[in-house]
């Protein structure tokens, strides 16, 4: 089942019945030992599990899984989220799924987004550091990423270890961090990545997603304390806002030295990168978009309940 055993001489970690082989020294690792032709048993999902609280990232390649089999193996890891309609009500999906999210470079007809559109300013907010879905108040805990189409060059996906960059700061900087609440906004990292495009959003936008509300240190699956930010986080409760995200951006650009930090190269269709939103950053990196189709298509899986460790109601009882 879910038990765990080190095998430091290869670098291989067994957990029941996978084999998993780590990437950096305190995250990541390729996993081996399902077979997604089929459905999963439970205590193989025990076991995906188990990995994925391990090592926070978790990179599947070749699992020849379509979009039905990537929901369906989603829905075994929980409840999942479905994509807000930013562009209005009336706009078709792209995909049959509504919990399929769109995160490639084609519109509706598979054509590559235009340069300048919105479309195209609102994904360069993907290449800033993230965690999917923390301007909801009930956030994500899983990614998975499938790809589809993959460039021949670039298009990798960056990872940062929020749970190793908190526990490695000073106890005193802890402590002061604790109390702290954060107000994460959607269209706040966009205008951090498109400050002209986003200097004012649509009643439509603003409404589909208004802010969120989390405590800045949250509690990570092993037991441990983890930060919780993201490019998202626009304030911090109680505290001047230019003062908050200088403090934003200072943790933010902790978190992402490169000794918390790895890179995923995407190596062919059905490669499914599987991460941890409540314990990780992750980032898109640049390619060729107005040459190649990037088609890459995302679930994301709720955390359970509301929050676990939730905003106190006298601290962010905007909710």
Not at 212 to 219: E, P, S
Request: with cysteine.
């Amino acid at each position: 089942m879910a038990s765990s055993n080190g095998h430091s001489k290869l670098g291989i970690v067994r957990i029941g019945s996978l084999t998993c082989k780590p990437l950096h020294p305190t995250f990541g690792a390729e996993v081996e030992g399902v077979d997604f032709s089929k459905p999963i048993p439970p205590d193989v999902i025990e076991d995906v599990i188990a990995a994925e609280d391990r090592f926070g990232v978790t990179v599947y390649r070749n699992t020849g899984l379509d979009d039905l089999g990537h929901v369906q193996f989603s829905r075994q890891l929980g409840d999942l989220e479905k994509v807000p309609k930013f562009r209005g009500p009336n706009v078709p999906d792209r995909f049959q799924y509504p919990e399929l999210f769109d995160a490639g470079n084609t519109d509706l007809d598979g054509k590559i987004i235009q340069k300048n559109s919105r479309r195209w300013w609102y994904n360069k907010g993907n290449a800033l550091w993230h965690t999917d879905s923390s301007f909801n108040q009930h956030r994500s805990k899983y990614s998975l990423l499938l790809s589809h189409i993959i460039p021949k060059e670039g298009g990798d996906t960056g990872y940062a270890d929020v749970r190793q960059a908190f526990r490695d700061l000073p106890e005193e900087r802890k402590a002061q961090l604790r109390p702290l609440v954060v107000k994460h906004d959607l269209w706040h990292s966009r205008k951090l990545a498109a400050p002209n495009e986003y200097k004012s959003v649509t009643e439509h936008e603003a409404a589909a997603k208004p802010p969120a509300y989390h405590k800045l240190v949250q509690i990570a699956p092993d037991g441990g304390e983890t930060l919780y930010i993201a490019a998202h986080a626009a304030e911090i409760v109680g505290m001047p806002k230019e003062e908050g995200l200088k403090l934003i951006t200072e943790l933010i650009e902790h978190c992402t030295q490169p000794r918390y930090t790895m890179f995923v190269k995407w190596k062919q269709p059905g490669d499914l990168v599987f991460w941890d939103n409540r314990q990780t950053m992750h980032r898109a990196t640049p390619f060729s978009d107005q040459m190649e189709v990037r088609d890459m298509r995302r679930t994301t899986v709720f955390d359970d309940g509301l929050e676990k460790n939730g905003v106190p109601e006298a601290a962010g009882g905007q909710r």
